[in-house]
């Protein structure tokens, strides 16, 4: 079983950033797509961003400019440095690696 370890949640306020890391124990990390999606209170999970072995990215429109998805296949790792964050970015995000998951870490933007 793959383990994904998540850190960089907490609370910021508006217009704040944060920056997400995943580590994960995966033996070939280097061919998977990896990826980070969310949560919101009363919604479905949704992509985040994307980001495959070639270093392709894919963003969703609502996040698109403000964050950033980046990898690194040394040291397995997936990051997701978020900026100017809003309120509607408040969630549970997840960290992606193939087909398993992380166990989530909150995001909460509040003034």
């Known amino acids: 079983q793959v383990q994904l370890v998540e850190s960089g949640g907490g609370l910021v306020q508006p217009g704040g950033s944060l920056r997400l890391s995943c580590a994960a124990s995966?033996?070939?990390?280097?061919?998977?797509?990896t990826g980070w999606y969310r949560q919101a209170p009363g919604k479905q999970r949704e992509l985040v961003a994307t980001i495959n072995n070639y270093g392709t990215t894919n963003y969703a429109d609502a996040v698109k400019g403000r964050f950033t998805i980046s990898r690194d296949n040394v040291k397995k790792t997936v990051s997701l440095e978020m900026n100017n964050l809003k309120p509607e970015d408040t969630a549970i995000y997840y960290c992606?690696?193939?087909?398993?998951w992380g166990q989530g870490t909150q995001v909460t933007v509040s003034s």
């Open positions: 992606n690696v193939g087909l398993w």
């Open positions: 995966a033996t070939i990390f280097s061919i998977y797509v």
